[in-house]
């Protein structure tokens, strides 16, 4: 299987769900991507972390075994040597889950913001290339001013100059399709 393109709800999902479900920084190579979606619709507000399972790691086994035995844990679906976790989305969260949904990252709460931040910046925070990415997330979630210029003037043609709205939200557009995963 080829390396997946990570996607956004893993950038800013992923640490909210961290705060009650024990994701190991050990196995985070592991996990390969995380979705909001299922393709046959069976599970609402949910999250799903799609991770390759190394059963002959007993490390890997007990990392498994406090996953599942969590209390948001709906199941789990095997897919040769991954696995597909489902957990019930933290109801805390639940805003910023369906903010996410809509784009519109600067409407999370400024204690999922500093989680999000902190859950990157132990995981890559010692690294020049981690940092950059932090500092993106960071800009994104609070409308930086200089993130704005540099998005306006990336889109900028000399002839048709781009100015956004101080509204704007600075983060991708979610699309549902690359949050979905398929349980076919």
């Known amino acids: 299987m080829s390396k997946l393109k990570y996607n ?12 009650l479900v024990d994701i190991n920084p050990k196995f985070i190579d592991y ?9 046959k619709g069976e599970y609402k507000d949910c999250f799903f972390i799609y991770h390759k399972f190394n059963f002959k790691n007993p490390e890997f086994t007990a990392y ?13 679906i095997d897919k040769d040597e991954y696995v597909i976790y489902i957990f019930k989305f933290p109801e805390e969260y639940l805003p910023e ?23 990157w910046t132990e995981l890559y925070g010692k690294h020049t290339v981690g940092l950059r990415v932090i500092n993106k997330i ?18 900028s043609t000399p002839k048709s100059p781009v ?15 690359n949050e979905t995963i398929n349980l076919d």
């Open 8 to 19: 956004i709800s893993k950038t800013y999902l992923l640490p909210l769900i961290s705060e």
């Open 64 to 76: 498994e075994n406090k996953l599942v035995n969590n209390e948001l844990f709906i199941k789990l």
């Open 31 to 39: 996990l390969e991507n995380t979705y909001m979606f299922d393709s």
């Open 97 to 119: 889950y369906d903010f996410l949904k809509n784009g519109m990252y600067s409407l999370f709460g400024n204690d999922a913001k500093q989680l999000i931040i902190r859950f």
């Open 138 to 155: 960071k800009q994104i979630l609070y409308k930086d001013k200089i993130l704005k210029k540099e998005i306006e003037q990336s889109l």
């Open 163 to 177: 100015i956004l709205d101080d509204n704007s939200e600075l983060g991708e557009h979610v699309y549902i399709e």
